[in-house]
């Protein structure tokens, strides 16, 4: 590709060097200024020039992706933050406003900070988490922030600096002895924030160790990104964009499977012609690209866009994997869409297209116990119920279980359910609860001692 794109990174401090946001009025650029300084806000000249439509701005979805909205925060909070800025307060005392707001939003939803992390002699290894038995993941110190932010991101927290980065890997590579160790784990997945917005160097020393025989067991290498969507430009014309493809070319060389796990939000992330060559690249290589999405209120909550979105992407050789429910984090008021609604979405979608794109599995809730799919609405005994299952379990022997929870048209979050025909309980939950008392005892005893 002969065009080189350069990325400009837009942020709060340089929000009016977009030239698109002339459309809007003063009062909606002071909105989304009082917004960004409480979530976490950045754009680039792709999203903003490629992806917006700027003649449909505010409904216009990658708008509402990208850009904060007003409702995003209640009223009360909306006008704290105005308030403060109107008044000139200084960078600290807004930053004060600020990290008050952001911990009335459920800045660490399901308990990630201590269950998901593992031990290794007896003390936790840092940057990565391991849930599901098989399926280790990684979070690579370089890539903890992304191309540009989703508004309703679910990671927002470490973005504005709340979670000093104790996810990421430090430079100990204790994350790689726990993973020779433990040889049930068969996928490393790499996450984030996007570990693609790291440079071919730093990704190259977090992958290529993977090649060497003491991670035989490693049959599956996962990278969790949306660079496909904010920065295609990433397989294209960066300046290491071709080691990139010679490293992907390596891994798949070595017999090892390398998947991108590629988070598409809407069919319009699928149409330039920057993505489209970034996908035949990955593909020419071998990689194998899987998707997923949360459905989102305002940016993809129609059966219409996800079938398009699926079409597309078999069209394009992509595999439909994942459709989640929106996390309870952040700005969830202003995105959540009920449980019952998300699954009129999936089954309606899933009606429309043929077989190729069935194979997105949902919709699912990542909760504690693990990824909870609503598998439908069924009547029993005269009950309404939500006929649930886990795909993937804290305990594996849990996994294909139907279980039941009383049906509720406004339930948003896994947390709203209560168990159908009047039980306590679901039947994982005592076991769930030992284990995470358990955890949590070794983790004070181990690590804040
Ligand atoms: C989703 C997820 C995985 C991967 O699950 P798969 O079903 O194998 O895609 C692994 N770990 C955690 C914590 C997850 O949430
Ligand atoms: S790509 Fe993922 S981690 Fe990055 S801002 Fe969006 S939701 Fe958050």
């Known amino acids: 590709m002969n065009n080189v794109r350069k990325l400009k990174i837009y942020q709060l401090r340089n929000l009016e060097e977009i030239p698109q946001l002339k459309v809007l009025s003063k009062e909606e650029l002071f909105n989304i200024k009082v917004v960004s300084n409480v979530l976490p806000f950045r754009t680039n000249n792709y999203v903003v020039e490629e992806l917006i439509d700027w003649s449909k701005v505010p409904d216009d979805p990658i708008f509402q992706l990208t850009f904060m909205q007003k409702d995003m925060l209640s009223n009360s909070q909306f006008s704290r933050m105005a308030d403060a800025i109107s008044r000139n307060l200084s960078t600290e005392e807004i930053k004060k406003v600020a990290d008050t707001i952001r911990k009335e939003l459920n800045p660490h939803p399901a308990g990630q900070l201590t269950a998901n992390v593992p031990f290794y002699d007896d003390e936790p290894v840092k940057g990565i988490q391991h849930k599901y038995k098989e399926t280790a993941l990684v979070f690579p110190t370089g890539g903890q922030t992304c191309h540009a932010y989703c508004t309703f991101c679910f990671r927002w927290a470490q973005f504005v600096g709340m979670d000093d980065l104790k996810f990421a890997t430090d430079e100990s590579k204790r994350f790689q002895e726990y993973i020779k160790e433990h040889k049930e784990i068969t996928d490393v997945l790499f996450t984030g924030g996007d570990p693609m917005v790291m440079s071919y160097a730093k990704l190259k020393a977090y992958l290529e160790p993977l090649l060497s025989p003491e991670f035989d067991h490693i049959k599956n290498i996962r ?7 904010y920065w295609p430009y990433r397989y294209l014309t960066d300046k290491d964009s071709d080691d990139i493809l010679m490293l992907f070319d390596k891994i798949m060389s070595s017999g090892k499977h390398l998947a991108i796990m590629a988070h598409f939000s809407h069919y319009i992330e699928l149409e330039t012609e920057a993505v489209k060559m970034a996908i035949r690249r990955l593909r020419n290589v071998g990689v194998k690209i899987r998707t997923q999405s949360p459905v989102i209120r305002h940016v993809n909550d129609s059966a219409e866009v996800w079938t398009k979105m699926w079409q597309e992407q078999v069209n394009l050789g992509l595999i439909p994997y994942y459709m989640f429910v929106e996390r309870n984090t952040g ?11 998300v699954f009129e979405i999936y089954k309606e979608a899933f009606k429309n297209v043929s077989g190729l ?3 997105a599995r949902g919709p699912v809730m990542s909760a504690t116990p693990g990824k909870v799919s609503v598998e439908g609405v069924a009547e029993i005994n005269n009950e309404k119920v939500f006929v649930l299952n886990l795909l993937q379990a804290r305990n594996s022997d849990w996994v294909k279980t139907p279980f039941f929870a009383s049906y509720d048209p406004k339930a948003t979050w896994y947390t709203d359910l209560i168990p159908a025909f009047g039980q306590d309980e679901f039947f994982f939950d005592e076991e769930l609860s030992d284990f995470l008392s358990e955890k949590e005892e070794k983790f004070i005893e181990n690590y804040l001692r």
């Open 223 to 229: 990278i969790g990104t949306k660079s496909l969507s």
């Open 331 to 341: 700005a969830k008021k202003y995105f959540e869409i009920p449980i019952a609604e």
């Open 357 to 359: 794109s069935r194979t």
